[in-house]
């Protein structure tokens, strides 16, 4: 996934990656990346927002998203209300033993409880997803305040939920990632990295990750977001 987005939460995305596997970390610029089988999603957003993985996961626009400059090239500024990339299912992204999901972000505010930064999630149909919660309650959770959180569903179990220590600053950009690796068991690792630095890990008692039949979104509101 690569992007810059405005998340309202707002935000820019600028670069941004799914791998099936824990291949982080992974490459905080485009340049010299090398691709490889494992990384399955790839959207630059340099004038389009075509995949660049090879795999064909390619995304459509919806909203008022548009480009702006980015950390690196250009990037894809979201809304927080009706902004969003969405690319269709397929295989590739039935995701189900390792996962790594990597953006560069830059938020301009935070009017959402959760900014979708990539997800493959529809109501009641969550099987991953990296986000930034914002400052906003709703009825039932309460989210912490400007922290990443990545979002994982195992098959018959509720989501394993883990958020960063470090709280984002508006304005700053940020390369996050959040990986998930399933150790057999019944057992599973996530972490999350900020500018490529581990900053916060979790063991949990639930196996292998949900596929699902959702489409993945970048950038999205986060109004599908379970748990």
Not at 7 to 14: H, K, P, Q, V
Not at 177 to 197: H, K
């Amino acid at each position: 996934v690569g992007f810059s987005v405005s998340i309202n939460i707002g935000a820019l995305i600028n670069g941004g990656w799914v791998w099936s596997n824990t291949y982080y970390p992974a490459f905080p610029n485009f340049g010299d990346l090398v691709l490889t089988r494992p990384l399955v999603g790839m959207w630059r957003f340099d004038g389009n927002a075509g995949d660049s993985s090879g795999y064909g996961n390619h995304g459509s626009r919806f909203g008022g998203v548009g480009y702006v400059p980015g950390n690196f090239g250009q990037a894809l500024r979201f809304d927080g209300i009706d902004d969003y990339v969405n690319v269709a299912d397929n295989d590739t992204l039935d995701i189900t033993n390792s996962l790594t999901l990597e953006a560069w972000v830059k938020l301009d505010g935070f009017t959402n409880p959760r900014g979708m930064v990539v997800a493959k999630s529809s109501l009641g149909n969550l099987s991953y997803a990296l986000y930034v919660t914002g400052n906003v309650t709703v009825p039932g959770p309460t989210y912490p305040f400007r922290k990443v959180g990545i979002n994982v569903s195992g098959n018959g179990a509720a989501p394993m939920i883990l958020y960063s220590n470090i709280q984002l600053e508006l304005d700053t950009w940020y390369h996050i990632a959040g990986t998930y690796e399933y150790l057999g068991g019944g057992v599973s690792a996530m972490r999350i990295f900020v500018i490529d630095v581990l900053d916060s890990s979790s063991v949990y008692s639930v196996g292998p990750i949900f596929s699902g039949s959702a489409n993945l979104t970048i950038g999205s509101k986060g109004d599908s977001l379970g748990g």
